[in-house]
């Protein structure tokens, strides 16, 4: 299957300080990213949808001033987490589909936990 | 809207007893039918999938599930678990949709034990 990757798989944070996730698609071109947060012993929630080029749909009562999704480009989407509070402290996992993948699958990156202070 | 429900929270079985770990799904559309296996801390990793044709899908681990339409099942299940089989499990669904969102269960624990 197509390989995705995230990077950092880990970061510790101060609070108040913003920590940006990286989630690439390193062997097709993905025309939907999708960003999930999932906490200990839960199943993944899904946060927003993006597609290349566009704004990203945010799902109902994620803040999107707070939750900044880019996917400037079929092998790239960011999530920056803004003013981090312990709170967000959590695992999150980036997937990613299309571009000539079959529709009916999303391949996931391996995660990244954030940790905030 | 479609939902997933994961009867078992948490399953635990000695090693290489068979295991069942079961899915039912609610949906007003046709839906795929997804198992991944996650290991900790680590992303998700697809078992198996029912996108159509025959109802017994093979997967990747010595794993298969059988979907089942008139009771909106879709049951995993192995013949005989090892030790590294220790994972939690999530069903999702799909639409049959470009672009469509995966919906996941709750998960299930499986833990093995010697």
């Known amino acids: 299957g197509a390989v995705v990757s995230q990077h950092p798989s880990r970061v510790i944070c101060k609070s108040g300080t913003s920590v940006k996730i990286e989630?690439?698609?390193l062997d097709f071109q993905a025309t939907t990213m999708f960003w999930y947060r999932q906490f200990p012993k839960?199943?993944?929630m899904l946060m927003a949808t993006s597609n290349e080029g566009s704004k990203a749909t945010y799902e109902q009562g994620v803040e999107k001033d707070k939750f900044l999704i880019n996917h400037a480009s079929l092998t790239l989407s960011t999530l920056t987490v803004t003013s981090a509070h312990p709170e967000d402290s959590s695992f999150y996992i980036?997937?990613?589909g299309g571009g000539g993948q079959p529709d009916n699958e999303q391949f996931f990156g391996p995660g990244t936990r954030l940790t905030v202070l | 809207a479609q939902s997933v429900t994961q009867l078992d929270s948490q399953v635990p079985v000695f090693?290489?007893?068979p295991v069942e770990l079961r899915c039912?799904?609610?949906s007003s559309v046709s839906v795929y039918l997804f198992w991944y296996v996650q290991y900790p801390n680590q992303g998700l990793q697809l078992l198996l999938k029912y996108l159509s044709g025959?109802?017994?899908v093979k997967?990747?681990?010595?794993?298969?599930?059988?979907?089942?339409?008139s009771q909106t099942s879709f049951h995993l299940r192995k013949p005989s678990v090892h030790i590294s089989d220790t994972a939690e499990y999530f069903c999702a669904v799909k639409k049959k949709t470009s672009g469509s969102r995966l919906t996941f269960g709750e998960g299930t624990q499986l833990t093995v034990n010697p």
């Open chain 2, 15 to 17: 090693e290489e007893a």
């Open chain 1, 42 to 44: 839960q199943s993944l």
């Open chain 1, 23 to 25: 989630c690439r698609s």
């Open chain 2, 59 to 69: 997967g990747i681990n010595g794993f298969e599930a059988e979907f089942n339409k």
């Open chain 2, 54 to 56: 025959s109802t017994l």
């Open chain 2, 24 to 26: 039912n799904y609610s």
């Open chain 1, 94 to 96: 980036c997937s990613a």
